[in-house]
């Protein structure tokens, strides 16, 4: 497990991008996200990180619903983007806005064409009774490592081709 002492959940990769290259194509979340990870009736047509502080971060469905399941905080390129979770530990959207979390994601050289992208999801407890399994969730195989083992994988493939 990669909890912290703090609580929070903490994974990294190194991919083979400057920072810059590695920030965008993290914000291009619809890219990688798992479309299984949905809290919609119907499909996942797109999910969408508004690119800019303030902005939403959202699901939207084949029949054009939409799924907020955050707000965006940060989105400083080619540094950090962080995002609040506004996802309980029912699994479902926060209407408490105080009970949510936040995710942030680091780009960091690393060497030459290469940058470790570091996301660390903090202040789980806000989200009150069962916030141990929500974290424990996150940081579960098919929680935040699935997210990062695709983007990791999109940016190996995309970075190879001509």
């Excluded at 590695?22 to 690119?51: G, S, Y």
């Excluded at 949510?100 to 009150?128: C, K, N, Y």
Aim: net charge negative.
């Amino acid at each position: 497990m990669t909890v912290q002492s703090d609580g929070s959940v903490h994974h990294e990769v190194l991919v083979d991008l400057s920072p810059e290259e590695a920030f965008w194509r993290f914000a291009d979340l619809d890219k990688f996200k798992p479309r299984e990870h949905n809290m919609l009736a119907v499909p996942i047509a797109e999910t969408v990180l508004e690119q800019h502080a303030g902005g939403d971060v959202y699901d939207r469905g084949v029949d054009g619903s939409i799924c907020r399941w955050g707000r965006v905080l940060t989105f400083d390129p080619p540094h950090a983007i962080a995002f609040s979770w506004d996802i309980g530990p029912d699994w479902q959207v926060a209407t408490d806005l105080d009970r949510t979390s936040e995710v942030e994601i680091t780009f960091t050289a690393a060497g030459p064409d290469q940058t470790r992208v570091t996301l660390t999801h903090r202040h789980i407890e806000r989200h009150g009774t069962g916030w141990e399994s929500l974290r424990d969730g996150l940081d579960a195989p098919d929680g935040w490592p699935l997210y990062l083992g695709r983007y990791a994988a999109l940016t190996s493939t995309e970075s190879e081709a001509p």
